[in-house]
């Protein structure tokens, strides 16, 4: 990695993009190393990501917000690991995730 990212200031970049996006969600990929990816995930209030399966590896850090994962609720600060089973993500307020994955292992 060459250069420092300011997270929160990507965090709300992408969130404003979620907000003027007819989706209501954005994503940007902020790290790529090898089989570490990094991606910013803003949802607007309600927004929801459907059901999808799980990576090899992956853990959830809400930076900003509440988002649900699999009927459970979690505030900003919360670090999730992410089952490994399918499951789905929606926004309760607008928020962003920080989605950390591990490919190929």
């Known amino acids: ?6 997270l929160m200031a990507s965090a709300g970049e992408c969130l404003e993009k979620a907000r003027s996006s007819a989706h209501g969600r954005n994503a940007h990929l902020v790290l790529h190393d090898g089989p ?16 999808h399966d799980a990576p090899p590896a ?6 900003t917000g509440s988002v649900v994962l699999n009927g ?3 505030h900003s600060g919360a670090l999730i690991p992410i089952p490994h089973h399918r499951h789905s993500l929606r926004a309760v307020e607008d928020s962003v995730v920080l989605l950390t994955t591990v490919t190929g292992i």
């Open 72 to 74: 459970t609720t979690h």
């Open 36 to 51: 570490l990816r990094q991606t910013l995930i803003a949802l607007t209030a309600t927004s929801e990501l459907a059901e």
């Open 58 to 63: 992956a853990s959830l850090h809400v930076l």
């Open 1 to 6: 990695m060459n250069s420092d990212v300011d």
